[in-house]
């Protein structure tokens, strides 16, 4: 889901003058705009906007995760629910569409809401669906990182580093300028989500940032060139129904690895208590919300 023009949704809890805009007069040179809601450009806008929305969640059920303050898990009875927000961006997944299409009406009505349909793309993750389950890659940031570094052209290897690297005993003079270097190595780390056999080399190459040498600036590229023979490498998730209302996502490859946050609180908050209930196993386990 999209929210249209969203920083203009929050409120103003502080007083705010702003010079008259271009085309307004008044019969005073002196006289300035009091500001009552906020406005683009507006350094206080980007956090208005998520108090705002963060405080019509928690009207509505949503309790706010405090290890990751952008998701907001809801759990009623039955009914399962888990919102993601990236600044106007919000997912949205459930295991009610009756209960989904309630919520957006809800939204609706206090923000101007427009639904983009099933996930597909996501802050440069690429989602796939199929028989299997659903599919992530990177594939086309993956290759945007290759083109900056104009090595589109390059001949792809088989292996991201040499096993007997000597990158800690270079004796080459340090770069002149390290910021290509490490904006190189900082969309490395990004595109470990989906490509985990990625993060030795990543994790090696991040040790330099500070005296970066000739060697560690071939030692990337020689991963870009791994790159390129399969960019479009990634993750399946294969879902299983555990429960009676509640699937569970499992990553193949090894799991304890590369789960995230996100996974972690969906299953120690939703599945884990389902799977207990669903096999008559009695329990205590309670979501905790701070007040």
């Not at 590369?258 to 996974?263: A, D, E, H, P, V």
């Amino acid at each position: 889901m999209d929210v249209s023009n969203a920083f203009l949704h929050g409120d103003l809890n502080e007083e705010v003058y702003m010079m008259l805009p271009p085309g307004f007069r008044t019969p005073s040179s002196h006289k300035v705009c009091r500001l009552q809601k906020s406005l683009y450009r507006l350094k206080q806008a980007p956090r208005q906007w998520f108090a705002k929305l963060s405080s019509k969640l928690l009207e509505y059920g949503f309790v706010r995760s405090y290890v990751d303050y952008s998701l907001f898990t809801y759990r009623k009875d039955d009914v399962c629910m888990a919102l993601l927000v990236y600044v106007d961006d919000l997912v949205l997944t459930g295991n009610n569409f009756k209960a989904c299409a309630e919520f957006k009406e809800y939204m609706n009505h206090y923000f101007h809401i427009k639904g983009l349909g099933s996930l597909k793309y996501f802050l440069g993750i690429e989602v796939a669906r199929g028989p299997r389950g659903l599919f992530l890659s990177q594939r086309k940031y993956a290759l945007e990182i290759i083109d900056a570094s104009r090595l589109l052209g390059a001949k792809p290897v088989d292996f991201t580093m040499e096993t007997n690297h000597k990158l800690a005993l270079a004796h080459s003079a340090n770069l002149d300028d390290p910021t290509r270097y490490r904006r190189l190595v900082g969309r490395l780390i990004y595109l470990t989500i989906t490509r985990p056999e990625l993060r030795y080399a990543v994790h090696v190459l991040s040790q330099f940032m500070h005296e970066t040498k000739e060697e560690h600036m071939e030692a990337s590229k020689h991963v870009l060139r791994y790159l390129k023979r399969h960019p479009g490498q990634g993750l399946l998730l294969r879902q299983i129904q555990i429960c009676r209302f509640m699937p569970i996502v499992i990553l193949t490859g090894v799991v304890s690895y590369y789960k995230t946050i996100f996974n972690w609180i969906f299953y120690y908050h939703w599945q884990f208590p389902c799977i207990l209930e669903d096999k008559e196993i009695e329990h205590n386990i309670q979501i905790v919300s701070r007040s």
